[in-house]
């Protein structure tokens, strides 16, 4: 008969999923394997009753009391009122306000001649937009309600982007500020300047902790 041919298909079907795919565990795989096995249970168990109508309402049945749950089930739900969203802004703003404290210092020793040398280009307009850049990306985060899967293309490019860009502007910083130094240009900021440079330090030690944490993950991922 035809529906035994066909329960005969998604058997064998499922078969080679589990055969051939046994690296590819997750979610997606056992989902699939689980609507399989339901095919055929359903249409084994009504192969003399059922005409071919009630079949297609049947399949039409099994599609959305069980495909469509597991799908909703298997996008992560995201709470905007966690502690881990709530230090995500708190971490944000302060990454905001120490770029604007810098811009401040910027601007503040630029009247001072021995600041104006080649280390300095471009730090103040950078520092500038990146401002507007963190004000514009607080502003999507709290509206996508702290669910980046959900940001718009454009923005998740540009995050990356401007990322990687910042990473070279803060080490052309921290060099700007060892030449200040190496060349005894005080210009009476020496506690903001102080500040800074030691907010570079912590920040580099982080960005390193978190590369390596990355790598090791990245290692033992591989190795189980």
Not at 93 to 103: E, G, S, V, Y
């Amino acid at each position: 008969m035809i529906i035994v041919s066909y329960t005969r298909i998604i058997a064998r079907s499922a078969f080679q999923l589990l055969t051939t795919e046994k690296q590819k565990e997750g979610k997606i795989q056992k989902f699939i394997f689980v609507f399989l096995i339901k095919i055929i249970y359903y249409n084994s168990s009504n192969i003399i009753m059922a005409s071919k109508k009630s079949r297609v309402s049947m399949n039409n049945n099994v599609f959305s009391n069980n495909l469509m749950p597991s799908l909703r089930s298997a996008t992560p739900v995201i709470n905007k009122y966690s502690t881990i969203v709530g230090f995500s802004i708190v971490l944000h703003i302060f990454t905001l306000i120490i770029n604007m404290f810098i811009l401040n210092w910027l601007n503040k020793i630029k009247a001072c001649k021995c600041t104006n040398i080649p280390e300095r280009k471009f730090l103040p307009e950078w520092f500038s937009f990146l401002i507007i850049w963190l004000i514009i990306y607080l502003g999507v985060f709290i509206a996508y309600s702290a669910n980046p899967a959900e940001y718009p293309t454009i923005i998740t490019v540009l995050a990356m982007i401007i990322g990687f860009i910042n990473l070279v502007m803060i080490i052309r910083l921290f060099i700007y500020i060892r030449r200040l130094r190496d060349i005894n240009c005080d210009c009476g900021l020496s506690q903001e300047e102080n500040i800074i440079y030691y907010y570079l330090i912590i920040a580099f030690a982080f960005i390193a902790f978190s590369l390596l944490m990355a790598i090791i993950g990245t290692l033992f991922a591989v190795t189980t």
